[in-house]
């Protein structure tokens, strides 16, 4: 099983940058893409970037350009490098791990508790 926790959340003045760091506790070299969710008060939970076992990325849109997704799986790690942030990029930001096998947990999904990211001046 994966183990996901995250930091690196905070207060932030609009225009200003944050680097989340999530670390799994299991090994994630080649076996399991991550992502980066977020949830603001009363919104759903929505998609902020992937990064896949093969190194390819995806981001929303409304914050493509701007953040920047990367992982370290010799230290079982991924980061958020977060920049030119907005009011509305206020949230609780949740690491996600997918299960891609061949592990026994193949399609699985993985949470953390999450980290909230405040922009406000």
């Known amino acids: 099983q994966v183990q996901l926790v995250e930091s690196g959340g905070g207060l932030v003045q609009p225009g200003g940058s944050l680097r989340l760091s999530c670390a799994a506790s299991?090994?994630?070299?080649?076996?399991?893409?991550m992502g980066w969710y977020r949830q603001a008060p009363g919104k759903e939970r929505d998609l902020v970037a992937t990064i896949f076992s093969s190194g390819g990325t995806n981001y929303a849109d409304s914050v493509k350009g701007r953040f920047t997704i990367s992982r370290d799986n010799a230290a079982n790690t991924v980061y958020l490098q977060m920049n030119s942030l907005k009011p509305e990029d206020t949230a609780v930001y949740y690491c996600n791990a997918r299960s891609v096998g061949p592990t026994w947990d193949y399609g699985m999904d993985y949470w953390g508790k999450g980290t909230l990211v405040t922009v406000s001046s």
């Open positions: 299991g090994s994630i070299f080649s076996n399991y893409a």
